[in-house]
């Protein structure tokens, strides 16, 4: 699967969890910010760094989402994979 499908898998799995995801220009918020989970007006929310490559994207969505219950939800075989692995096969 390659990192696109990849990434849009992972956004679309967020979103089954009530959660937004972001890519946002980290680098203009003055302080040092990173990629992760967070809560803004009491919605959850993984926000991105743009300036990051795909592939860390993906390592940053898998990391936020592991902490969430996926064994409700219907994940592509590929993409549990990330989860129970926790590395990412190029395709």
Known sequence: MKPDQIYQHLVDL???????VSVQNLKISGFPVKSGVCRIKGKKRIVLDKHM????QIDVLVDCLRTFSLDDIYIVPAIRDLFNYGTKEDG
């Open 14 to 20: 967020a979103e089954k969890l009530g959660i937004d």
């Open 53 to 56: 490559s795909k592939d860390d």
